[in-house]
């Protein structure tokens, strides 16, 4: 790959939930030494960058997305000086880090909070969001939480509601205050002077509220089978408001004015049209908006290969020009794609998410194939388990099983949340030995895609869909491959554009070379062919 090339453009994410990826204390907790640990196996594997949910000092209530302070490290994951030591051994090996920025609400315990609440009168009350009931007691608006009920808490003591689109505990900041803007600013400072590589930032489009403080509409869209509560509602006025690009694009001119190559990520559950926007603008001969607004249209589209090609279609034709894809098949708010789709699916899931142009995003465990673990009601730690039965996020947070030894090399202590049952024979030792396993798939894939340029940064074309075939070719110069993969549970044939080299298949010890006949799929195979560069269109 070109010297000159940003990272982000070419390399591969890796996400680890901090909780649950490996514990050096012993108190069953995840923690930040357990994560440096561990270093070598990323590195073994093959990614890039890490990702790391949030580590912040916190009351937990929402897991560290409730953050008290934005500039420190809870005790449950260390000190400042681990994340240090953390940082400079990735940096020695070759990883970059992200970490996680919560720009749009903090912890109700946070010194800012504590203060706005005060009084009316204080000067950080206009930091949040407080608003007078209506005349008759109701809400200032309809607007809901995302955890369930009004989106308002009333606070007796000030006689004034204050606005918390997660739990209660997470007051949203109003960063229409240039105050707010500027400390939220100094944090990004903060972390990109000790070395960071970059931010995923959380619920980005929220940042900014509707002025005028309108209702939100119905949601036409809303599926009461699928769709949490709060979604009853279009949060037209309580989220992706237009000023909150303005805020993308300063934050993006913080980020250039470090060298390095910093990114910025953000989480962006929108439709393809208003995720594009988040890219931002030309300037300057390139984009100013987010580096990688997160594209999550694979966790949510059926897995039928008709609509995965023209998701992939309406996605590429989104874009605006320069803007670099991204795609993700899990994270810690969604089940596993193993469980989501089903198991003997994963192989091909994982040669679609590192076959596609752009910048992939693994979710720690994914490379197992690990599925969703079902917790015991005594067990439950996700809040939103508790407001919205059925919408829980710990199954698929569940600890990171290393070996068969006790608690599957994560701890010595009790696990924070159970291990997956299969641990004692899906873990990394067991699947490392054994060489069909997904976990060296996913290393030979990204062993494949770092090596050829096509695939790493080639350009993409669908050869379209037959039957439950799906295809398409990644080309750079005069280097052409192509991938077909089978969604069907029934053997499928593949005509090759041209004849070929079979480097890679979900089938183990499968490899060969293709005639221009093509090659029959085993039920949900999937290949990826370097194409003979005569007669290749």
């Known amino acids: 790959m070109s010297k000159t090339e940003e990272w982000w453009r070419t390399g591969v994410v890796y996400q680890v939930y901090p909780r649950s990826f490996q514990d050096s204390n012993g108190d069953g907790v995840g923690d930040l030494k357990g994560i440096e640990q561990r270093l070598d196996y990323l590195v073994w594997l093959g990614i890039d960058a890490i990702w790391i949910s949030p580590f912040y000092p916190s009351p937990m209530a929402d897991f560290g997305y409730d ?29 970059k880090v992200l970490i996680d920025f919560v720009p749009n609400h903090t912890s109700d315990r946070h010194p800012w909070f504590l203060a706005s609440r005060a009084s009316r009168s204080n000067p950080k009350r206009d930091w949040y969001l407080w608003r007078d009931r209506k005349p008759h007691g109701e809400a200032p608006t309809n607007w809901l939480s995302v955890f369930g009920g009004s989106a308002w808490e009333y606070d007796a003591a000030t006689g004034q509601s204050y606005l918390h689109s997660f739990l209660p505990e997470q007051p949203d900041l109003n960063w229409r205050n240039p105050a707010v803007e500027a400390v939220m600013f100094d944090v990004l400072r903060f972390w990109l002077d000790r070395g960071v590589d970059g931010f995923r930032m959380d619920v980005l489009w929220y940042l900014i509220k509707d002025d005028q403080w309108r209702d939100n509409p119905a949601n036409p869209a809303f599926d009461p089978a699928r769709s949490p509560p709060h979604m009853t509602l ?4 309580s989220a992706d408001r237009p000023e909150t690009l303005q805020i993308v694009k300063r934050m993006r001119r913080l980020l250039d004015g470090y060298p390095g190559d910093r990114v910025m990520v953000g ?23 987010a580096h990688l607004p997160f594209n999550f249209k694979l ?11 023209a998701l992939i279609r309406r996605y ?12 993700v098949l899990g994270n810690h708010d969604n089940p596993r794609v193993a469980s989501r789709i089903g198991p003997e699916r994963a192989r091909a899931a994982m040669v679609l998410l590192l076959t596609l142009r752009g910048t992939p995003t693994l979710y720690y465990g994914d490379e ?8 015991p009601p005594h067990r439950v730690q996700d809040p939103r388990e508790k407001t919205q039965p059925g919408h829980g996020r710990d199954p698929e947070r569940t600890p990171m099983p290393w070996s068969s030894e006790t608690e599957a090399g994560f701890t010595v202590g009790e696990p924070w949340l159970p291990l997956n049952p299969d641990w004692p024979t899906r873990n990394v030792e067991a699947e490392r030995e054994d060489t069909a396993s997904l976990l060296n798939l996913t290393r030979a894939l990204l062993a494949l895609r770092r090596a050829e340029p096509a695939l790493h940064s080639g350009s993409w074309r669908s050869l379209g869909v037959e039957g439950e075939v799906l295809a398409y070719m990644r080309v750079t110069g005069s280097s052409r491959w192509a991938v077909a993969i089978n969604f069907s549970g029934e053997s499928a044939r593949f005509a090759s554009p041209a004849p070929g080299i079979l480097e890679l298949s979900t089938e183990p010890d499968r490899q060969g070379h293709i005639d221009e006949g093509g090659l029959d799929l085993a039920p949900h195979e999937a290949v990826v062919l370097r194409l003979d560069q005569a007669g290749a269109p």
């Open 67 to 95: 953050v008290a302070d934005y500039c420190g490290v809870d005790p449950i994951f260390g000190t400042l000086e681990d994340f240090d030591s953390l940082l400079a051994a990735a940096h020695a090996k070759g990883l």
């Open 267 to 289: 989480e962006t559950y929108l439709p393809i049209a208003r995720l594009a926007a988040y890219y931002g603008g030309a300037a300057g001969g390139r984009l100013d908006g």
């Open 316 to 327: 590429e034709a989104a874009l605006p020009e320069g803007a670099q894809p991204n795609w």
């Open 234 to 237: 279009d949060p037209l006025y």
């Open 299 to 309: 966790i949510q589209a059926e897995w039928n290969a008709a609509e995965i090609d």
């Open 368 to 375: 197992l194939g690990l599925t969703d673990v079902e917790i």
